[in-house]
């Protein structure tokens, strides 16, 4: 982007001004319209995510088979909802501010298999893609029990067939993980900043890991140009995969499900609010979508970015979407924050929420290790620093004033992304970060 271009667009939109200079911000999107319109703009439907809700509920005697920590859910791969109040009180103290509403965690930290929010997408166009496979070989029918998938010949047809992704960190676990295990041939594209912990325990699961000197853009435009040379290969596009962002965003109906089941009563006098960590879109969008097919105008979905890497932030504001990096306004996209780590947000995603998110803030890396170890302290839930991306949601809605987001009717829910699969020895050097940062 050019120099006078940059000067335009901060006369435009001053906010800019404070994201070039990396503080935390809140920015409220003026395209937020009526929910209906929204969805119907968007060309998905409730058909799109009921089909992928119903292939999910296909696997499930598969998934129990397979993975025995799923069997007391009968294979349904879901987190519980949390109340978290001791984390509210300190929280009140530490921003000197009244959260009215409950405060509830959605812990994706602790979804199985993969122990984040990409176990929803990211297994779900796994699943699919073999289905469809063993559809178009005859080996299944809809109607046929699905545990069979774990049958040789259906680990001989995929043992046939690849996919590859390009990721980083949890995406790579998602793909790799239920790939190696129905057969395929799997191959995750890493960068040079991808953890050691990551790559050996792909490995161990008879993952191929190609590792790049080069930066996470050009381990994903390498996967991709490999698997497009194959016609046997399938890529999973973390940019503009459908299959993905349904698989995200069946978490709306069973959101919807679970605060029923608990009491929490979502209608206009009782506004739901959702904070999502944000990297390139999808994980956020898709469950943004999911929620507000179930709640429509009465949930009001924020996305959380890092200070260092506000993509979506800065697409949807300027509505570039992915003709804008966030290297364009001076930004380094350096954080500890695994999978928000991204420069340039998912177009597709930008697009699809446009009418529909209520706006986007960023968060320091400071404050999401100052929160990691507070919410260990408090609550002695162990996330990893990406999921404590959605907790001042609350703090940074009620400052600046968004409406409804103090009514003591309000429920906050604060998505935590991720954390079961960080070994401990890491988690503790995590939690010594956030001690060491000042508690003001
Ligand atoms: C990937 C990821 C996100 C964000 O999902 P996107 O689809 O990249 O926006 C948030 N938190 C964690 C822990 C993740 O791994």
Redesign the pocket.
């Known amino acids: 982007m050019k120099q006078s271009e940059k000067t335009a667009w901060i006369e435009k939109l001053p906010l800019l001004q404070e994201i070039i200079e990396k503080q935390e911000v809140l920015w409220r999107n003026p395209l937020n319209g009526d929910s209906a319109k929204g969805i119907e703009q968007s060309g998905i439907t409730v058909d799109d995510v009921k089909d992928a809700s119903d292939r999910l509920k296909r696997f499930a005697p598969y998934i129990a088979k397979v993975f025995p920590e799923t069997a007391e859910a009968n294979g349904i791969i879901e987190s519980p909802i949390t109340a978290i109040p001791k984390i509210k009180e300190e929280l009140t103290t530490t921003y000197n501010m009244d959260i009215l509403g409950e405060l509830l965690l959605k812990q994706?930290?602790a979804l199985p298999i993969s122990g984040?929010?990409?176990a929803r997408?990211g297994i779900y166009e796994v699943l699919k893609h073999a289905e469809t496979l063993a559809l178009e070989n005859g080996l299944i029918t809809k109607e046929d029990d699905y545990a069979r998938f774990a049958e040789p010949e259906f680990r001989n047809l995929f043992a046939k067939h690849k996919i590859a992704v390009g990721s980083t960190?949890?995406?790579g676990l998602s793909i790799g993980i239920m790939s190696a295990q129905l057969g395929f041939n799997v191959t995750v594209h890493m960068s040079a900043d991808a953890k050691q912990w990551k790559k050996d325990l792909l490995r161990e699961k008879g993952v191929t890991v190609v590792e790049y000197a080069d930066d996470y853009s050009k381990a994903v435009e390498e996967g991709r140009r490999q698997a497009e040379a194959d016609p046997l290969c399938h890529f999973v596009d973390?940019e503009n995969s459908l299959d993905?962002f349904l698989g995200?965003a069946v978490a709306g109906e069973r959101v919807a499900v679970q605060l029923k089941e608990r009491g929490t009563q979502v209608d206009e006098n009782n506004p739901l609010f959702v904070y999502?960590?944000?990297?390139?879109?999808?994980?956020?969008?898709?469950v943004a979508f999911g929620l507000k097919l179930q709640f429509g105008d009465n949930v009001h979905c924020f996305?959380a970015e890092p200070t260092h890497s506000p993509c979506?932030t800065i697409g949807m504001m300027t509505g570039l979407h992915d003709k804008v990096s966030v290297a364009d306004f001076g930004l380094d996209i350096q954080t500890a924050?695994?999978?928000?780590a991204?420069g340039t947000?998912?177009g597709f995603?930008g697009k699809v929420m446009e009418p529909l998110l209520e706006g986007c803030y960023t968060i320091a890396d400071e404050t999401m290790f100052k929160l990691l170890t507070m919410i260990a302290d408090t609550e002695d839930i162990r996330l990893?620093p990406?999921?404590l991306?959605g907790m001042t949601g609350p703090i940074q809605a009620i400052r600046n004033e968004v409406p409804k987001a103090d009514m003591p009717s309000a429920t906050h829910l604060v998505w935590a992304?991720?954390?079961s699969m960080v070994p401990e020895n890491e988690m503790d050097i995590y939690y010594g970060i956030g001690k060491g940062v000042d508690r003001k």
Do not use: H, R
């Open positions: 994706d930290n984040s929010i990409k997408g960190g949890n995406l973390d993905l995200y999502l960590p944000c990297g390139v879109g999808g994980g956020p969008g898709g996305f979506m924050a695994d999978g928000l991204v947000a998912s995603v990893e990406s999921a991306a992304t991720g954390g």
